[in-house]
């Protein structure tokens, strides 16, 4: 899928603090099931626009440990 | 019914507990971090939100910090039997609660040593005591925020003082009394495990609580169980992370959305209001009471500002058992007389093992209410003296 990331996370309480970090900074995101050729520590992932991959790794840097953002 | 019976449990909740219940019940459903499908999501959000709120009442930066348990007793019990070895050393107060009281009793046949620093025959704590009894070997000191038996609150905020030069000691409080009732400050208090119920000040229902833990102090800490947590499935070791590692098994989604709206009413109401409001209610009970002279004794400080909303006392020559169910049969006064599960606060303060009866009032009740108690007391000690 073009143009979108996944940033997979540890827990799924990471994963919606994670989703409140990105929509407070008015950037959409949706929390969705890992796609079948990642893997992942949790259930669910948040779906980014891959544009935006640097600037929600920079925010979630300051509050969330051990997400891995990956490529769709 | 008059209702004086909120340190074991509040009542009544707002109606937004309910509502918040009825709502996961009906519409929600699912188990929070067992899926990706939207009802799954929507259980986790209510889950992180009401993390997002306790964290706010006791200015915590990180939601993630908080774990939710079954209970205090619970969250005080995971602290207390996971970090404590034999050979460690444990401070604490003759005023707890057998919440912490019993683990330690516990560990302290399996080689923990405990000091008890005695309080006051008032209940209260002089924090030099707590640092005359550090030793080497101390790793935690155990306090209860205020006193289930008197109401006494304890210089929490001192002893974290203290604690500042102790680096290595860590400071757990018991705040099932005072969560919501008074103000907490993590950062001020200098707290690094605080113990919370769910079902007295915040208004949640009875089966939520949990504790929050300083970062950095989890690693020292072994979860009292081990079990599916939602993360790491391909892993048959236990998480390490917060809060999954003390989180094992289904959450009490149903309880925790309750909670949450609890919180949420705390928040809006304002502590500050609450507490106002509590304390008015406590002083004009204690002022009836000291108008009763040598008929009553009262236990614990006098001084609201020095209590939360609860007042232990014994009419002489009754029973507490006998006041308590003449003030349910008679008025549908719900009290609670004994010994509270604390005996070491009723040695303390002299009532072992009769105990004492104890009015412990809520927000929701009123001065009305109050007068009508003070009235049903009078009677009981007419009654007394006319050897009915």
């Not at chain 2, 000091?115 to 070997?137: M, W």
Request: glycine content about 8%.
């Amino acid at each position: 899928m073009a143009g979108y990331c996944v940033v997979l996370f540890e827990s799924i309480s990471h994963a919606v603090k994670a989703e409140k970090i990105v929509q407070k900074a008015h950037i959409a995101c949706k929390l969705i099931p890992v796609p079948r050729h990642l893997s992942s520590d949790c259930g669910i992932c948040l779906r980014i626009p891959a544009e935006k991959r640097v600037e929600i790794d920079e925010l979630l840097r300051q509050s969330l440990k051990g997400y891995v953002i990956a490529e769709l | 019914m008059i209702y004086f019976d909120n340190a074991a449990t509040s009542f009544p909740k707002p109606a937004s507990t309910l509502e918040a219940m009825a709502n996961y019940l009906t519409k929600v459903g699912a188990s929070p971090g067992r899926s990706g499908h939207r009802a799954s999501v929507e259980a986790s959000r209510i889950v992180y939100e009401a993390r997002e709120l306790v964290a706010k009442l006791f200015n915590i930066s990180d939601p993630l910090r908080i774990v939710f348990t079954k209970n205090a007793t619970e969250a005080i019990n995971t602290v207390l039997l996971g970090m404590l070895k034999p050979g460690d050393h444990v401070v604490t107060s003759s005023m707890e609660h057998n919440s912490v009281m019993r683990p330690l009793r516990y560990l302290s046949r399996r080689g923990v040593e405990v000091s008890v620093v005695s309080c006051t025959e008032s209940g209260v704590l002089d924090p030099r005591r707590v640092r005359e009894a550090i030793g080497p070997q101390t790793k935690l000191v155990a306090l209860t925020h205020a006193s289930n038996v008197t109401g006494t609150i304890l210089p929490i905020e001192e002893v974290g003082e203290v604690l500042k030069s102790y680096p290595g000691i860590g400071f757990l409080v018991d705040a099932a009394q005072t969560a919501g009732a008074t103000a907490i400050d993590v950062e001020a208090m200098k707290i690094d495990f605080l113990a919370f119920t769910g079902h007295k000040s915040l208004f949640g229902p009875p089966g939520t609580g949990g504790f929050f833990i300083r970062e950095g102090w989890e690693e020292q800490i072994e979860p009292l169980e081990r079990g599916g947590t939602g993360s790491r499935s391909e892993w048959e070791e236990q998480p390490a992370f917060m809060p999954d590692k003390f989180e094992a098994g289904t959450l009490n989604t149903v309880g925790i959305a309750g909670l949450k709206a609890g919180v949420d009413f705390v928040l809006h109401e304002g502590i500050e209001k609450i507490r106002k409001k509590e304390r008015i209610l406590t002083e004009r009970f204690l002022s009836g009471l000291e108008a009763f002279d040598e008929n009553v004794k009262i236990y614990g400080v006098r001084e609201g500002k020095d209590k939360i909303a609860l007042v232990s006392f014994n009419i002489s020559g009754l029973s507490p058992s006998y006041v308590a169910q003449v003030l349910d049969e008679n008025w549908a006064i719900m009290c609670r007389p004994g010994l509270h599960c604390a005996p070491s606060a009723h040695r303390t303060i002299g009532s072992f093992p009769v105990g004492t009866v104890r009015f412990s009032f809520g927000y929701f009740n009123t001065e009305e209410e109050i007068d009508l108690a003070l009235e049903a007391l009078k009677s009981l000690i007419k009654k007394r003296d006319k050897g009915a």
